[in-house]
């Protein structure tokens, strides 16, 4: 099961034995805050890859075995304060 948390984390369960199977944690950067606290809108899977926005908007590709890999596909210009929560990553073919 692929999970996501607030403050740019997502994690990996194994289901039939609860084991953590990988962690993902991204840094903050000071002075980043959203405007409705801590928000998370989950992943979005494509074959073997996952995304989620992180908390300053920028796509993030991770590779779902291992949760490594992690790739900014997309840069949001927002860098202080979002005026909203990112929205979920929407599922698009990568050629």
Same mark, same amino acid.
């Given at each position: 099961?692929? +999970?996501?948390?607030?403050?740019?984390?997502?994690?990996?369960?194994?289901?039939?034995?609860?084991?953590?199977?990988?962690?993902?944690?991204?840094?903050?950067?000071?002075?980043?805050?959203? *405007? *409705?606290?801590?928000?998370?809108?989950?992943? +979005? +899977?494509?074959?073997?890859?996952?995304?989620?926005? %992180?908390?300053?908007?920028?796509?993030?590709?991770? %590779? +779902?075995?291992?949760?490594?890999?992690?790739?900014?596909?997309?840069?949001?210009?927002?860098?202080?304060?979002?005026?909203?929560?990112?929205?979920?990553?929407?599922?698009?073919?990568?050629?």
């Amino acid at each position: 099961m692929f +999970a996501t948390g607030s403050g740019n984390r997502g994690f990996a369960i194994d289901l039939l034995t609860g084991r953590s199977v990988w962690r993902y944690s991204s840094p903050v950067p000071n002075g980043v805050q959203g *405007c *409705c606290g801590t928000v998370n809108r989950g992943f +979005a +899977a494509q074959g073997d890859r996952l995304f989620k926005m %992180d908390i300053e908007a920028n796509l993030v590709a991770l %590779d +779902a075995k291992t949760g490594g890999g992690a790739m900014e596909k997309l840069k949001s210009t927002t860098t202080k304060k979002a005026s909203a929560p990112p929205p979920r990553p929407w599922s698009w073919e990568i050629k």
